[in-house]
């Protein structure tokens, strides 16, 4: 089945280190996302790559950097300059070219300091 | 830019009473508009989308929506709520101007109780 995969469901970070979240689709988009959840914030848009190689940062890039060397690959890496990591990350893909398509999304990763 | 207003951070309604939730966007092209359902510690999950022609939408697990352009409002409606309709709504707006993203709302946190 096609879908957008995100691991490790949970993780948890030390202060002061960077951690990968992973997320993988087979849906074939070209676009794919990575949005912030916070308890009555609603969804806020950290990076965005439209194609490969390349990505743009959304509203609250500070202190995240991800990387797309491949169609079907987006990874989040939260560094230590993150000061407030705890949260819950979803990743999603858009099929471009069309734009009444809609996003697809993973089952999230709930990143959480300790 | 676009925007979306969710009226309602919290919803509460009584099972098998009428559920509304409420939805206003802000737009200057012809939007493409997406309500979207997240259950506990899940992702984003499609419930229905307007892009163009009718402006009654029907949706998965009995929701439709309205498009009402004059009021720049889609709001989610349901004629009788179900224990498992319990859930957080996002409402989302597509970005014009060639980028693919989605603009959310805050979200809706609905409760139906007995």
């Known amino acids: 089945d096609g879908g957008i995969t995100q691991s490790p469901k949970y993780l948890f970070r030390k202060e002061g280190q960077n951690v990968t979240l992973s997320c993988e689709q087979n849906?074939?988009?070209?676009?794919m996302y990575w949005y912030r959840q916070d308890p009555g914030q609603g969804l806020r848009l950290i990076y965005y790559s439209q194609i490969v190689n390349d990505f743009q940062k959304g509203d609250i890039a500070e202190g995240y950097s991800v990387s797309r060397e491949k169609k079907e690959s987006f990874p989040l890496t939260v560094t230590s300059a993150q000061k407030n990591p705890t949260a819950f990350y979803l990743c999603?893909?858009?099929?471009?070219?069309?734009?009444?398509?809609?996003?697809?999304f993973g089952q999230g990763t709930r990143l959480t300091v300790v | 830019a676009q925007s979306v207003t969710q009226l309602g951070s919290h919803v509460s309604v009584s099972e098998g009473a009428l559920v509304l939730l409420r939805c206003n966007y802000s737009s200057s092209v012809p939007p493409y508009l997406f309500w979207y359902v997240q259950y506990p510690n899940q992702g984003l999950q499609l419930l229905l989308k307007?892009?163009?022609?009718?402006?009654l939408v029907k949706g998965i697990n009995g929701f439709e929506a309205e498009f009402k352009k004059s009021e720049t409002s889609f709001h989610l409606t349901k004629p009788s709520a179900h224990m498992s309709d319990a859930a957080e709504y996002f409402c989302?707006?597509?970005?014009?101007?060639?980028?693919?993203?989605?603009?959310f709302g805050a979200g809706t946190r609905l409760a139906v109780h007995p």
């Open positions: 999603a893909s858009i099929r471009t070219g069309n734009p009444n398509t809609e996003a697809f």
């Open positions: 989302a707006v597509r970005a014009s101007g060639g980028y693919n993203k989605l603009i």
């Open positions: 307007y892009t163009t022609g009718a402006t």
């Open positions: 849906l074939n988009h070209d676009a």
